[in-house]
């Protein structure tokens, strides 16, 4: 198995792994959708024990490497950074509880665009006007999908842009500290903190599910999303970002094929204008990263 491992393009193995994190994670919001819409259960209560089981297989991984990798000058970033990681996940999940799949994916989508927008007004980096120009098209393309004119409107579609907010924050937090971190050190207080901070948002609601079967639903939900996690790892420490980006974008046929199999949820017209918008954006913001990274 390592012997065809090693024979095989890179981009082929990073193009695979990425298509199967897609793949996993179409699942994962398909299961906690699920349980949260169908199932009934707290949002904040998914998502702990979503992370706590993650967390469980990835154990190994922090006993032989994350322990070295605590010591940091910035304790306080880290944390800061796990909270809006956090608060993203939590609102993911309370919107999955509420609006169709495809709205919820298509929403996430915008993510990349509060990132350049907060790069250039806190991280002071200079955003070109083609770049802002980008960004707008993605807001437009977001608006399109939200569609705030519509009777259907649901204001726990904005839940989904809050996340798409809070990862944007997130990721930023991490642009900054990637300037002393090292990626085993990012990765390690980020699979530390986010337990015992959902833990804390789930105590109102509690942490036990009632329902039986829904265990089996989280333990699927937990083991697929380190399952996930490590496909995307493999994915980018095989193919370039731009490169894989095409693949990236395969999650939103993904999540709506499953929304339509298991809740019949069928998107309108407008829903394909907006992400075509969005991803066309994206790809535009993405090859100006890379030019400016290679220049």
Not at 53 to 58: D, R, T, Y
Request: glycine share 6%.
């Amino acid at each position: 198995m390592t012997r065809f491992y090693s024979t095989v393009s890179p981009a082929y193995v990073g193009a695979s792994f990425m298509l199967i994190a897609g793949i996993l994670f179409a699942v994962i919001n398909t299961l906690v959708q699920y349980s949260t819409m169908i199932l009934g259960l707290p949002p904040a209560t998914v998502a702990f024990w979503q992370y706590l089981i993650a967390l469980g297989f990835s154990v190994p991984w922090l006993l032989t490497k994350g322990i070295r990798a605590m010591k940091t000058s910035n304790p306080f970033i880290h944390v800061a950074r796990v909270i809006m990681a956090a608060a993203g996940v939590q609102l993911w999940v309370m919107s999955l509880a509420h609006v169709p799949i495809w709205q919820a994916i298509a929403l996430i989508m915008l993510s990349p665009f509060f990132v350049t927008f907060g790069a250039g007004v806190f991280l002071r980096e200079t955003i070109s006007f083609a770049r802002w120009c980008a960004v707008i098209v993605g807001f437009i393309g977001g608006m399109i999908i939200l569609a705030p004119w519509s009777e259907d409107f649901s204001v726990y579609a904005l839940v989904a842009i809050a996340a798409a907010v809070m990862w944007a924050l997130a990721s930023l937090m991490t642009k900054y500290l990637t300037r002393t971190e090292t990626p085993e050190s990012l990765t390690t207080y980020l699979l530390l903190l986010l337990t015992p901070i959902n833990a804390g948002l789930a105590l109102s609601d509690g942490v036990s599910p009632s329902l039986g079967s829904a265990w089996v639903l989280l333990i699927a939900a937990g083991l697929m999303t380190a399952l996930a996690q490590y496909a995307l790892t493999k994915a980018y420490s095989s193919a370039d970002a731009a490169y894989l980006q095409p693949f990236d974008h395969l999650k939103l046929p993904l999540n709506v094929g499953f929304g339509i199999v298991v809740f019949g949820f069928i998107p309108p017209g407008s829903m394909w204008i907006g992400s075509a918008l969005i991803v066309a954006a994206s790809f535009y913001l993405l090859r100006r990263e890379t030019q400016t990274a290679t220049n």
